[in-house]
């Protein structure tokens, strides 16, 4: 429901957009570009809003709250400072110090832990792996001799090594056979004693060196017997490459020195060379339950290990590695296992190869490697805690000065400044602050201003608002109905009712080119003007009180403003009006019989551009017979001028189709359509101009 007080607007935009081309600009219609509104004066800043009272004494301010605090008659506006209540006792914690300290030491030790925690596992890894690397290269070595070597070392029977000497010698000499071998010894005894040495002796390298000088006086002694000279190349040719096949040489290392190639391993006297690590080697047939074993190192303590952990199956190829200790001695040790499956020509057999590890040596470097890593990271611990009391200190130390300056600028001093005493960010968090304080200052006093503005604007949209009718013009036979609306506090557009006698009444809407304060002043001024020519001398000829209106207006009215306006004069007894414009808008008639849409736009310039010949020249009169059923509407630019985000216009046609739709409604009914349609297009934008709008329907009847 329109009502006929204006209500309180919204804030207005920052930025304003003024249109100026087409005649419906308020500007052209007046006659001549709209200059650019003046600014309102400032207040001063001793001009306030609320005072705490004359003595200066301030009321209780509750906890947390400010206060604006205004001088009295005996101080001057820039000793007037905000006042905060002090501060309740809050239980103090850890200051910055103490943080930047936790935090560094925290970062330290968590940093310290962690390195020596990968350091440490990663050292003792590759001491693990280092074992690892030489149990496997153990255990592959003594599979890789092949299983003749290590049976040959299990089982020690003449026969069956009388058996392989013999396979030896038929390799190149095909036609020695036990039988053969036996006599041909036999004729031979020299070498018969030494064939029996060979086959029933032990092994070793001696033994070895005995049977290559037994193969060289054995071939002499088989060529001398044979009667042809091919037939003893041939045979040279047949020993010559029995030395060179690598088969043969296998066999024969495996009867005469099983464990040659493990030489660089073992001593003299047996023992592992130069070795704390290896505890045991041996090798087990395990083709059957009663299967032989052969070591390498024997060591009667070594029975076996218990407290087996950490297993480890198929490893590098190996079926097992694991962690245990020596029965009784309770040495660490590390075990590796292969087990693997040969194909001799007696038919299948199934080893298995066994390495026991000590693992002393990796528990005495560990143990030096907890030292070695533990006493440089304590010195680096200590060396951050002294860097992080001192950083602290550097860093807490400006932050306490600030905090001092921020406690006596928060007091209320707002001349206080600091001093900074660095070019780093504290530095220049304290220069900021200086310009913070200032910045504040200045705020202060601006909102001192502003709060005195503010007074002030109030009390002028409260005249304003006086001014405007406090009721709706009552006439028999005739709907009548306005509304209002400023873009900011107060505005510049007004409509007034004028009861000029019995039988005439005046209808004027204006609008005047300012806004703000300097708008109302001069819509005050133009109203009273144009009221009291109305009322004193009972005129009812519009154009003749606009032109005595405009002299005195003209001659108050500040340069570059002026006042549109559309005065309306209706005998209430013919239902006739009388219409003069000031520039203004025109008059929308809506003609009941035709429902056609009529424009009233009678001729004449603004209020106060002139301060009487041209105005009084110009400005006309024009008559309208009002009918039953007909409606006419006045309003300001502001109403068909209304923006949207895209900066388009209402536009005179679309107010004008929307008059004719509703022209028979209740007049109520048609504003709060219009209104609702104007507010709609402007969407989101916001007002940039007030808004005016009166509306009259004759319903027929009256005085007449």
């Known amino acids: 429901m329109p009502e006929s007080k204006p209500g309180k607007p919204p804030l207005p935009s920052t930025t304003r957009r003024v249109v100026t081309k087409g005649p419906q600009t308020q500007a052209a219609r007046a006659g001549t570009p709209p200059p650019a509104p003046a600014p309102p004066k400032k207040a001063p800043a001793s001009t306030v809003m609320k005072k705490s009272d004359r003595t200066g004494k301030a009321p209780a301010v509750p906890q947390g709250e400010v206060e604006v605090v205004v001088s009295n008659e005996g101080q001057e506006a820039t000793h007037v400072r905000q006042r905060v209540r002090g501060e309740a006792h809050m239980e103090r914690g850890l200051g910055l110090r103490q943080k930047i300290m936790i935090a560094m030491a925290s970062v330290t030790i968590i940093t310290a832990i962690l390195i020596f925690i990968v350091v440490y596992v990663k050292a003792v890894q590759q001491l693990s792996d280092e074992i690892d690397s030489k149990g496997v290269a153990q255990t592959r070595l003594m599979a890789s001799m092949g299983p003749e070597i290590w049976l040959g070392a299990m089982y020690k029977d003449p026969g069956f090594r009388f058996e ?32 029996e040495g060979l086959y029933k002796g032990g092994a070793g390298q001696a033994l070895a060196m005995q049977a290559e000088a037994f193969f060289a006086r054995l071939l002499d002694k088989r060529k001398a017997a044979l009667p042809r000279e091919d037939e003893r190349r041939a045979l040279q040719t047949r020993f010559d490459n029995a030395l060179k096949d690598e088969r043969w040489k296998r066999d024969r290392n495996a009867l005469f020195d099983p464990f040659g190639s493990m030489r660089p391993l073992r001593a003299d006297d047996g023992k592992v060379l130069e070795s704390k690590e290896v505890v045991q080697l041996s090798v087990l047939d395990i083709t059957t339950k009663e299967g032989g074993s052969a070591s390498v190192v024997a060591d009667p303590a070594v029975e076996g290990y218990d407290k087996i952990h950490n297993q480890r199956p198929n490893v590098n190829g190996l079926r097992m590695i694991e962690d245990g200790f020596v029965k009784g001695a309770g040495t660490p040790v590390r075990s590796f296992k292969l087990e693997m499956e040969h194909e001799l020509p007696t038919g299948k057999v199934k080893m298995r190869y066994f390495v026991l590890l000590s693992l002393r040596q ?343």
């Open 164 to 195: 392989r000497l013999t396979n030896l010698i038929h390799y190149y000499d095909e036609s020695w056979t036990m039988d053969s071998g036996q006599r041909f010894l036999r004729d031979n005894p020299d070498l018969f004693k030494e064939h």
């Open 362 to 704: 990796i528990e005495q470097a560990q143990s030096t490697l907890r030292t070695i890593i533990f006493l440089p990271i304590l010195l680096a611990v200590l060396v951050g805690l002294a860097i992080a009391w001192w950083i602290s200190e550097r860093i807490s130390e400006p932050v306490r000065v600030l905090m001092d300056d921020i406690n006596a600028v928060s007091g209320g001093d707002l001349d206080h400044e600091t001093v900074p005493h660095s070019s780093d960010e504290i530095g220049q968090l304290a220069t900021t602050f200086n310009r913070m304080t200032q910045a504040l200052k200045a705020a202060h006093n601006q909102e001192l201003e502003a709060k005195a503005l503010e007074h002030e604007l109030n009390i002028a949209a409260e005249i304003q608002a006086n001014l405007v009718p406090k009721k709706m013009l009552k006439l028999p036979g005739y709907d009548i109905s306005a509304y209002y609306r400023p873009s900011k506090e107060v505005g510049g557009d007004y409509y007034d009712f004028i009861e000029i006698d019995e039988t005439h009444c005046g209808i004027i809407v204006a609008d005047v080119s300012g806004k703000g304060v300097p708008g109302s002043l001069v819509m005050s001024m133009a109203r009273a003007f144009i009221r009291m020519e109305a009322e004193r001398t009972r005129n009812t000829s519009p154009s003749d009180s606009l032109k005595k209106a405009n002299k005195m207006l003209a001659a108050d009215i500040k340069k570059g403003m002026f006042v549109t306006a559309m005065y309306a004069i209706l005998d209430k007894t013919t239902n006739e009006l009388a219409i003069s414009s000031a520039g203004h808008n025109p008059m929308v008639l809506w003609r009941a019989a035709s429902n056609e849409i009529q424009l009233v736009n009678p001729k004449g310039i603004a209020l106060g551009f002139d301060k009487g010949p041209v105005f009084e020249r110009t400005i006309s009169e024009e008559k309208v017979q009002l009918q039953p059923g007909d409606r006419f509407v006045m309003y300001t630019d502001g109403t068909v001028e209304a923006m949207n985000e895209k900066n388009e216009e209402y536009g005179d046609d679309k107010f004008n189709r929307l008059i004719q739709q509703l022209a028979t409604r209740d007049s109520n009914q048609l504003l709060n359509i219009v209104v609702k349609s104007l507010d709609d297009h402007k969407g989101s934008a916001p007002q940039h101009d007030d808004m005016t709008i009166v509306t009259v329907r004759y319903t027929g009847g009256g005085q007449g």
